[in-house]
């Protein structure tokens, strides 16, 4: 049996090591990496907390921590959501989003680099592995 799931836990603390060791001078944790590659990667770089959570598998309480110190240090600002008071949308800054493209940058060079010396469509047929794991722990 391929236990796929404690190579992706190795996977994800190595590539993760890998990017803070890259982005130390940002002095930000994994789980902020995290939430600004994500919030860069959305429509207009905002979405609702709740959306953010679930693109970044990240529970609520915990979300609610890395947006408060992302939000102190300016990087992003939370907002009530124009249709809806109860919902808040979260937003790059100008400075989150230099630095959120810093950090999606240097995602893309740590994929090119372990990518590399594999076939083709290798990312693609992992990405559809690791959606079906996603789905299948929902």
């Known amino acids: 049996m391929v236990f796929l799931l404690l190579d992706l836990q190795r996977a994800t603390h190595a590539t993760l090591h890998r990017l803070t060791t890259d982005l130390a001078e940002l002095r930000l944790a994994p789980s902020e990496l995290n939430a600004l590659a994500n919030l860069a990667r959305r ?15 990240t529970r609520p309480t ?17 907002a009530p959501h124009e249709r809806d008071r109860r919902t808040v949308v979260v937003r ?7 630095i959120a493209t810093r950090v999606l940058e240097a995602m893309a060079d740590v994929e090119r680099r372990a990518l590399a010396s594999l076939p083709p469509d290798a990312a693609e047929r992992a990405a559809t592995v690791l959606r079906a794991l996603t789905e299948a722990a929902a």
């Open 92 to 98: 790059l800054t100008p400075p989150g989003t230099t």
């Open 43 to 57: 429509p207009d770089a905002a979405s609702t907390v709740s959306e953010l959570g679930a693109a970044a598998g």
């Open 62 to 78: 915990t979300l609610t921590s890395i947006l408060d110190r992302l939000e102190q240090r300016g990087l992003v600002s939370r």
